[in-house]
């Protein structure tokens, strides 16, 4: 099984680490290792998540507060967005439209 991180995840990650790196150094590069351990997960675990409403699965991270959306294919597993949970739905659901 091979995993895709989309460009649009790619730059969640990067603002997600922008951000903790702001509050505290080296938490942004704590923030990026914690969210890859869990997107490594999807190998083994892909199809277990919740499939959220908007038809992605979802799996929450362990050690901060972002889901990791993604689309399961035969082979290959996309990650589609990695989102700050504590943002409104709304924002949210519009974030996971546009991917």
Do not use: C
């Amino acid at each position: 099984m091979k995993i895709e991180i989309l460009e649009s995840s790619q730059k969640d990650l990067t603002d997600g680490a922008s951000f903790y790196e702001n509050i505290e150094q080296d938490l942004g590069t704590y923030f990026l290792d914690s969210l890859f351990s869990d997107i490594d997960s999807l190998i083994i675990y892909a199809g277990l998540h919740q499939t959220h409403s908007s038809g992605f699965l979802r799996l929450l991270a362990k050690r901060f507060p972002f889901a990791i959306y993604y689309q399961q294919e035969t082979h290959l597993i996309k990650v589609v967005a990695v989102l700050d949970t504590r943002k409104k739905p709304a924002w949210t659901r519009k974030k996971l439209k546009v991917t």
